[in-house]
């Protein structure tokens, strides 16, 4: 299997690859401040359980690191993923943070 990165003015996406096959993608936009904003996560069934999904938030995480911005996660799989990592809160933004006060 393969990562692939694309990217566009407006947002981008890491594919995972089988062969030619889609497998799975983690998908972004660019947000007004400067940071991403995480949309949406796939992993096409017949390829589920095999920890894809976190395989593809943790290049998105890279990604976020090698780029000096923040992450706020839209998508409800990137939402647990942090909340399984509160290591990493760091890494979200701060809207999104003080949206998670606003809940209490």
């Given at each position: 299997m393969e990562i692939k990165y694309t990217q566009t003015i407006n947002d981008g996406q890491f594919t995972i690859y089988d062969e030619e096959e889609i497998v799975g993608y983690v998908k972004y936009e660019w947000a007004k401040n400067g940071n991403i904003d995480a949309k949406a996560t796939f992993i096409d069934e017949?390829?589920?359980g095999q920890n894809l999904g976190e395989v593809l938030v943790d290049e998105l995480i890279e990604f976020a690191e090698q780029n000096?911005?923040?992450?706020?996660?839209?998508?409800p799989y990137i939402i647990h993923y942090f909340k399984k990592h509160p290591d990493l809160e760091y890494l979200l933004d701060e809207e999104y943070l003080e949206s998670l006060k606003e809940d209490e």
């Open positions: 017949k390829y589920r000096d911005v923040l992450i706020f996660p839209v998508c």
